[in-house]
């Protein structure tokens, strides 16, 4: 007696497509993640290539929607692989999703300081920027107003330390977190101290340029920094949170190092005169 087979339903192609270029899409991010750190190209590539990823996941969302449509209306094999290809597509769009609500939220620029009237220079990482990076000179008053209406807390740090024990510490904090240090000079006589380093992004491992000025006020000191993007015009924040976040971790390196105050030696007490006319007793 012959078999009859049933033919199964045919998979949808958009969901089957939709999987292909989400997956696509994530080594290519990866390699535009790979450029940067290892420093193979410029910024200019690196970016073309990430924001490719990103158009692909976007693609792959879009046919992912179309073909769950399908497959509702028609029964049609496929909803695996829509899934799929959505779940990737938001995957890889969730974090520069949330980066545009903060440059929304937060001041368009890319360069804080604690000090806008005389902020810390960059004086040796000025020469290691390429033509295609922000220019080294602060922007000015505008920044300043945008800054102080962002980022209020942003302002210098004095410490009752001196400024040699505020430079260490700045060094131990700077070595701890990994920057790159280009440039060291430390604090001596009326000299102000001064460091020069480059930091990371977490993610995609852009540079930010910093600079940390030491300078010695009467018995303390009074700590500056300065973090900069080396490209865009936005930092999404970045910059402001890696200053409060030194600044804090100086300070509380300061408290701890602080001498606690000299209590005063109590003398022992001396035993009271005799009386007159009396004779202490002979020994026998």
Same mark, same amino acid.
């Given at each position: 007696?012959?078999?009859r087979r049933i033919a199964a339903e045919p998979a949808s192609r958009l969901a089957l497509w939709a999987r292909r270029i989400a997956g696509f899409s994530l080594p290519v991010a990866a390699l535009a993640i790979v450029i940067e750190r290892a420093s193979l190209l410029e910024i200019v590539p690196v970016l073309a290539t990430f924001a490719a990823a990103l158009a692909?996941?976007?693609?792959? &969302?879009?046919?992912?929607?179309f073909a769950l449509v399908g497959i509702w209306r028609d029964g049609t094999e496929g909803f695996g692989a829509a899934m799929t290809a959505l779940l990737i597509g938001v995957a890889l769009l969730a974090y520069p999703a949330f980066l545009g609500v903060q440059a929304y939220r937060l001041p368009a620029i890319a360069d804080v300081t604690t000090d806008p009237i005389d902020p810390p220079r960059f004086e040796t990482i000025g020469r290691l920027r390429s033509r295609q990076a922000n220019p080294i000179a602060y922007a000015g008053l505008y920044a300043a107003e945008l800054q102080k209406t962002g980022y209020p807390d942003i302002v210098p740090l004095d410490t009752p330390t001196s400024a040699r024990s505020a430079y260490d510490a700045t060094m131990a904090l700077i070595t701890k977190r990994r920057w790159q240090v &280009?440039?060291?000079r430390a604090p001596v006589g009326n000299r102000d101290g001064y460091i020069e380093a480059v930091a990371r992004t977490p993610i995609m491992g852009f540079r930010d340029d910093i600079a940390v000025r030491i300078r010695a006020v009467g018995q303390g000191a009074r700590v500056d920094v300065r973090s900069a993007s080396r490209y865009g015009r936005i930092d999404f924040g970045t910059n402001a949170a890696r200053v409060r976040a030194l600044l804090e971790d100086i300070d509380d390196s300061a408290a701890v190092d602080k001498p606690e105050p000299a209590r005063p030696v109590q003398k022992a007490k001396q035993p009271p005169p005799p009386a007159k006319g009396h004779q202490p007793a002979k020994g026998r």
């Open positions: 007696m012959p078999v692909m996941a976007t693609i792959a &969302i879009l046919l992912a929607a &280009i440039n060291t």
